[in-house]
């Protein structure tokens, strides 16, 4: 008999129940046996949703009140020194200083701890999705112990529960690779033995408690590994399997290629492989796989949020189970986490585009029903498979889908349509003319906060409680406030403040054709951060201007250069739900055509500075370099598309933020974007290094402060590292803005931040003039 299961769940809840109780506590609203309170509560319904679906066991171990990640960092003991925490602090205390740089917001009362004088951890993408891990810190300090209780707790609550537990951990391996050096000249690696002793001691804690399985994750398997680390998988896992209780390997997101034969041959119980991501594996895996193994198929995609096409999958599978004589178990190809709770009260989506959706509670159905099929029993769920087949059949056929104008535009594309006209220097010459900005000029990258005020409004606005011209009324005010806000700062290049937008990509797909959109289908970027990622089900255009009235509008009010704000092709694609009936790179370039009019819209009503944000683009790279090349031609000449078809004296900007850029520079550079600024404060300018070394010939912002952290950095931080960002980069090339947008701060904290980065940059310009 096949057995299913799941490799993870979203922690947030159907109603983002999670999310609102973690802001609650920041602000003091509640403490933290109340928060436990609701986390526990979350965990029981996720588990009873399982074995309302028939799986054969609950996941536990992939909750986490920020990040799996941090939740591991502090299991194992290595939380980094510089937090400097009292003996006496509290776990969750000192788990939301890492995680922000504080545990609670300014002014709760009843704080005794929190106030480290220190950044938070680095956050940075998880492998090539959205979603953000706290970065581990590494050096030749760092120890290793059993330091948290907390799975342990966990899985006793989902065996009282009656549940059958399969525990997930982030495997050893996995952990040092995501993690970082902060010492010159030490290598990571060299903490593996120490490290796999306390996972010896977890495992053999989790046996005592009668666990029967622990699911361990090593994602990077579909890495190009360095040689040194693929040999330590084997007596790494040696050293594992021999106390502790059945071990389940999982692998996800990417091909194994040159680590197939590695993986299956590894001293574990049983080996999960994407059969999404890489379905051409499949034979290869079943042939070496060892019969007294388990095999886990990830055949439903936890990427992507289509229904799943039954009798493919089927087909798939049949000759899989039928070679691999071992057991077979069923799984979606990765956590859940990824995408939306449930289709169950989603009213926004008309009824045609919702049949052919799946969210996590829908795609533990499908694992049912393909587990009746594989083991004959299709006629207790023939009514499923009948509703399956005719929904993946009209969306194949559905004239919503392909645009006839679409198709033509992307054929007639000719040779240097992803051009500008003339060189950078020549460019740079001409927009320092028209702009006459100060040395090392200062900007913010785009939103200001979004006040209760400003949410109210756009609720009451959709609801049609608000006329429209009433509600261009309460947006204009609010930038007004904006504007008004950056000139008192002293700020130099000006942004409208995004008032009337509610996300970044969502904002933009609602006004293009080919999307769709939810109306609760929230997915975790970080922490309590959410995004309702639009669906991309068709051929994508523009039928109307989206940005240029309430730009013109904000540069109305003054005389200092506003920016036109818009997103990029890529990120938008990277952070939708993409069609997956054509190749990625075809939809990228019909969005990026839908962007380039917004841009000559944007020229033509006066706007002579235009950021077009790209900051998914390192996320988008494909996670095996032997197919880097193909994707990033496309990527960087899909961003040209966008920013060509305006003239030279027209200053195009980009925005790059929690990522690593070091290895694609080049690509970068060929964007050739006038003006590029980048996260760096979580980094200490360690990520501004490569930009250096690389001699990048354009303009760059680093940035100077966490926006991410409700920490206010001292004037005397920003001196400090724009100082390090000049030792690397020409100060004339140099210019001074936070690390990403300030649409989740209040307004104090902003403006104090601010306050002292234009300070940063006036003493800075002094010391400039002096040298």
Request: glycine fraction near 6%; charged fraction near 25%; include cysteine.
């Amino acid at each position: 008999m096949t057995r299913t299961h799941t490799l993870g769940f979203p922690r947030m809840g159907a109603q983002r129940e999670l999310k609102f109780a973690l802001e609650k506590h920041w602000r003091g609203e509640i403490d933290a046996a109340e928060l436990e309170a609701i986390g526990a509560e979350l965990r029981e319904r996720h588990w009873q949703a399982q074995r309302n679906a028939g799986l054969d066991f609950a996941t536990v171990g992939d909750f986490a009140f920020y990040d799996h990640v941090a939740n591991h960092i502090q299991m194992l003991g290595c939380e980094p020194s510089r937090f400097d925490f009292p003996g006496d602090e509290p776990e969750l205390s000192r788990y939301f200083t890492m995680a922000r740089g504080v545990a609670h917001e300014a002014g709760h009362e009843g704080c005794t701890h929190g106030s480290h004088d220190t950044f938070a951890l680095e956050m940075t993408k998880w492998f090539d999705t959205n979603y953000h891990y706290l970065v581990p810190e590494f050096d030749a300090n760092t120890r290793f112990s059993l330091a948290s209780v907390r799975l342990f707790n966990e899985v006793a609550q989902a065996q009282k529960l009656g549940h059958a537990v399969k525990v997930v951990l982030l495997g050893p391996l996995s952990f040092l690779w995501l993690g970082k050096e902060k010492q010159a000249g030490f290598d990571r690696f060299g903490l593996l033995e120490s490290l796999l002793a306390v996972y010896e001691q977890i495992l053999v804690r989790l046996k005592w408690q009668g666990v029967e399985w622990v699911q361990i994750d090593e994602p990077i398997l579909g890495l190009d590994l360095p040689e040194k680390w693929r040999n330590a998988f084997e007596r790494s896992y040696w050293q594992l399997a021999r106390s502790g209780p059945k071990l389940l390997l999982a692998t996800y997101f990417s091909p194994l290629s040159e680590n197939l034969r590695l993986a299956c041959q590894l001293p574990v119980a049983g080996l999960h492989v994407d059969a999404v991501r890489a379905p051409g594996e499949l034979t290869g895996v079943a042939d070496w796989l060892p019969a007294h193994k388990v095999l886990s198929v990830g055949i439903v995609d936890g990427r992507n949020i289509w229904r799943t096409d039954v009798d493919a999958a089927y087909a798939r599978l049949r000759p899989v189970a039928d070679k691999h004589k071992g057991e077979l178990w069923i799984a979606p190809s990765c956590s859940l986490l990824h995408v939306p709770f449930s289709l169950e009260g989603e009213g926004r989506l008309d009824a045609e585009v919702k049949s052919w959706l799946a969210f996590a509670i829908e795609k533990l159905d499908e694992l049912r029903v393909l587990r009746a099929a594989l083991d004959g029993e299709e006629s207790a769920v023939e009514a499923e498979l009948l509703v399956a087949r005719a929904a993946v059949a009209a969306r194949r056929s559905s004239p919503r889908v392909h645009r006839a104008d679409v198709a033509l535009r992307l054929a007639r594309t000719v040779a240097g349509d992803d051009r500008r006209a003339s060189s950078f220097a020549e460019r740079q010459a001409l927009q320092r003319v028209r702009f006459a900005l100060p040395p090392l000029p200062t900007t913010t990258i785009g939103s200001f906060p979004q006040t209760s005020t400003i949410r109210a409004a756009r609720v009451a606005f959709k609801r049609g409680e608000l006329d429209a011209a009433t509600y261009r009324e309460k947006m204009q005010a609010e930038i007004t406030l904006a504007v008004r806000k950056q000139e008192e700062l002293g700020i130099d290049v000006l942004v409208h403040g995004e008032a009337e937008r509610n996300d970044m990509v969502e904002y933009f797909g609602e006004q293009l054709d080919g999307f769709a959109f939810t109306a609760n289908g929230w997915v975790q970027s970080y922490g309590s951060r959410c995004v309702k990622p639009p669906i991309i089900y068709g051929d994508v255009a523009r039928p109307a201007p989206m940005t240029v009235e309430w730009t013109t509008y904000a540069q109305s009010l003054t005389k200092l250069p506003m920016k036109g704000m818009l997103t990029g092709p890529v990120t938008i694609l990277q952070w939708s739900f993409v069609r997956d009936d054509q190749p990625r790179s075809v939809t990228t370039e019909q969005i990026a055509w839908a962007i380039r009019d917004e841009v000559v819209d944007l020229e033509k009503a006066g706007i002579g500075i235009i950021q077009i944000d790209e900051p998914a683009i390192r996320e988008g790279l494909p996670l095996r370099r032997a197919v880097w090349k193909s994707y990033l031609e496309g990527a960087t000449r899909s961003f040209r598309i966008t920013a060509s078809g305006v003239s030279d004296r027209t200053q195009i900007h980009t925005h790059m933020c929690y990522s690593e850029f070091n290895d694609i520079l080049p690509e970068i550079a060929a964007m050739d974007a006038d003006v590029i600024t980048i996260e760096t404060s979580r980094s200490d300018m360690e990520l501004l290094r490569g930009f250096g070394d690389f001699k990048y010939p354009n303009e760059i912002g680093p940035g100077v402060y966490d926006i991410h952290s409700p920490r206010v950095p001292t004037t005397d931080e920003m001196v400090r590292l724009m100082r390090k960002a000049a030792t690397v980069v020409p100060p004339a090339n140099l210019w001074i803005n936070p690390d990403c947008g300030l649409k989740t701060r209040g307004w104090p904290e902003t403006e104090a931040a601010l306050a002292n980065m234009v300070a940063a940059a006036r003493q800075l310009r002094s010391e400039l003039a002096a040298a």
